[in-house]
T-cell receptor
Framework: AQSVTQLDSQVPVFEEAPVELRCNYS??????LFWYVQYPNQGLQLLLK??????LVKGINGFEAEFNKSQTSFHLRKPSVHISDTAEYFC???????????FGKGTTLSVSS | GAVVSQHPSWVICKSGTSVKIECRSL??????MFWYRQFPKQSLMLMAT?????????EQGVEKDKFLINHASLTLSTLTVTSAHPEDSSFYIC??????????FGPGTRLTVT
């Protein structure tokens, strides 16, 4: 069975500071990994995904993530955050492209000035 | 990118009544749609997977007689919460995919049962 662990439930940071949101997964088969962002009372927007190839994945809004198979991690990073990045971030995994996703519990990123 | 809509965006109903939520893929044909449920401050939990023209596959613990899912066309899936109770109050999110492609998520429907 697959599972996703987001290690931090809340991450407060100041504007223009770097941020890392941590995600670890467990799976006995090959995985596809995703990061989604959810703004209040809205659906999910895909930030980036890892399906295969380069382990460093760049996404929208200046975010990037690195797939580390040995550490079973897929941490999300941004070198300089903005107030508008305040939102809930979900890491997710699936064992095939397009199948149902298993989500982590989410990390609340709060950016203040 | 592909767009998925949900209707209504929020609904309040009385305990014991039924509520239907629609999920539409606006610019692509969705061979598969997924229904998720999200409690406040929690993650999304998959409720069921529906393929067009087939019966939905429900996750363990989800009552199929209570949460009726219909995927009658390639652009529309509906979730009907029957005999709703306050504990059914939640945020319901659908997603849709074409073939083995990426999932696209709808904006969600907030259900409040009084």
């Amino acid at each position: 069975a697959q599972s996703v662990t987001q290690l931090d439930s809340q991450v407060p940071v100041f504007e223009e500071a770097p941020v890392e949101l941590r995600c670890n997964y467990s799976s006995s088969v090959s995985v596809y990994l995703f990061w989604y962002v959810q703004y209040p009372n809205q659906g999910l927007q895909l930030l980036l995904k890892y399906l295969s190839g380069s382990t460093l994945v760049k996404g929208i809004n200046g975010f990037e993530a690195e797939f580390n198979k040995s550490q079973t991690s897929f941490h999300l990073r941004k070198p300089s955050v903005h107030i508008s990045d305040t939102a809930e971030y979900f890491c997710a995994v699936s064992n095939q492209a397009g199948t149902a996703l298993i989500f982590g519990k989410g990390t609340t990123l709060s950016v203040s000035s | 990118g592909a767009v998925v809509s949900q209707h209504p965006s929020w609904v309040i109903c009385k305990s014991g009544t039924s509520v239907k939520i629609e999920c539409r893929s606006l610019d692509f044909q969705a061979t598969t749609m997924f229904w998720y449920r999200q409690f406040p401050k929690q993650s999304l939990m998959l409720m069921a997977t529906s393929n067009e023209g087939s019966k939905a596959t429900y996750e363990q613990g989800v009552e199929k007689d209570k949460f009726l899912i219909n995927h009658a066309s390639l652009t529309l899936s509906t979730l009907t919460v029957t005999s709703a109770h306050p504990e059914d109050s939640s945020f319901y999110i659908c997603s849709a995919r074409q073939g083995a492609g990426e999932q696209y998520f709808g904006p969600g429907t907030r259900l409040t049962v009084t």
